[in-house]
């Protein structure tokens, strides 16, 4: 058992600004299910979007890309509050000793990204943004005598005590169920990304924040807007359902999609924007495309670029490919869309308050109401950070009001050896085929009855297992995510429906 003030589930950009905000006479315990370096922020390449100044028509031009983005279905407050507070949250950063890129003239290297109408993203050793904010965070972090870290120790399930959250029960690297009582929780757990065959995401990404918010009844909304990254490598010799991200940015600095007939197909969709418009047109137009050709792939194209200056800008990408016999700038990039990033979740105001008294979610798994139905490019860190900042401000403020600290008895189930391996590969199968880019009724109901019996099944034989644990997660947003498709039958931004 243990006890804290407040209790922080996962260690990406979310879960690490929360704890760093905090005021040090606030004691912190940061979880972590692996290490605590590992998350879907470490992967993070393209960068944080932020208009670094005081001009008012910059910031409302950030506003205005965020809204068109999201097709207006974002929640107009918190879009706003999100672009003010960006200037703030990444001086705080730098002030925490992340270096971001700068040119000759000693100023601010920024690029452009899809639905971006002018330079505004920060970069970081190119195109490792995420590893070097993450790090530097950590570094911060390990110097304060405030803060604790647990690795492999994985949340379960909430406690709650007339309706207000008062800690977590958790399992230990043994597999030990055991309470850690907090005044406050906060959810930083990240996404979703393992719900389908193939993702960005590091495959840890299986919605533990949002099955455990599920369990207690928490709003969640917005689950049908699954946002598809156009390009991933497309590399057939890779088995692994974690698929390589190749940046945006890298279409923002010039670089062309075509399909396999070396047609510049973006001019049929989006005859102005082209590879710059927003991630869901671009990613239904790669479908379509693939689809037209009887391909599985298209090609980033960037042989008009200079190799030279695309290895310094894009040495993770650059390497990546390397290793994989694709040059930058010399060969054709096949790519192909996959799941990326989840645009709702559980619902929370601007302070990162969930519905249920204590309990705040963070990141990508909050529903904040800036993404709308398409995350804009670049957004998601950002999001991470502002928000991150408001939570840890209203939790130090709320932080007496919270209930006396007590001990609730905690139930243990059985621990048993079961492979889950092919109930998740189900569970990706149909997410894959239904619930992907393009749906339809009779898919989203076949899924929905499906991802229904899994869910019976694993509630019926209890296992306490982290395998057990994840799928039961990845089972409850598989259904959230197919139950909201089926109930919003007009397609708008990432979710598109033909009938
Ligand atoms: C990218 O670099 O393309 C991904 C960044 C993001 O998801 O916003």
Known sequence: MKKTDVLIVGTGLAGLFTALNLD?????????????????????????ACEYNDDQQLHQA?????????????????????????????????SFGVQFDIGDDNLFLVTKEGGHSSRRIFHSGGDATGKNVTGSLIIQLMQKKNIEFMEETMALNLLVDDKEVIGMSCLDRHEQIFPIYAKKVVLATGGIGSVYNS????????GDGIGIAYRQDVHISHMEFVQFHPTAFYNENNHSRQRFLITEALRGEGAYLVNVENERFMKKYSPELMELAPRDIV???????????WTDHVFLDTRHLDPKYLQSRFPTVFNHLKENGVILGVDLIPVAPCEHFLCGG?????????SLKSLYAVGETANTGVHGANRLASNSLL????FAMAASGDIYKNLKDSKPMKEMSIASNDVYNYNYKPIRKKIGDYMDEHVSIVREQSGLQLTIEVIEKILINLEKYPNQTKNYYETLNLASTAYLITKQALERVKSIGCHYRIN
């Open 346 to 354: 559980i619902d929370t105001d601007l302070r990162g308050r969930t």
């Open 24 to 48: 040090e006479s606030i004691n912190v315990v940061i979880i972590s299910k692996t290490k605590i370096q590992l998350s879907n922020s470490v992967l993070a390449q393209g960068g944080i």
């Open 199 to 206: 993702t960005t995401n590091d495959l840890l990404a299986t």
């Open 283 to 293: 990613s239904q137009a790669i479908f379509k495309e693939m689809y037209d050709t």
């Open 62 to 94: 950030h506003i205005n890309d965020t809204l068109k983005a999201g097709s207006m279905l974002n929640d107009p407050e918190s879009v706003e509050f999100l672009v003010e507070k960006a200037h703030e949250s990444v001086k705080k950063l730098i």
């Open 383 to 386: 999001e991470c950070l502002v």
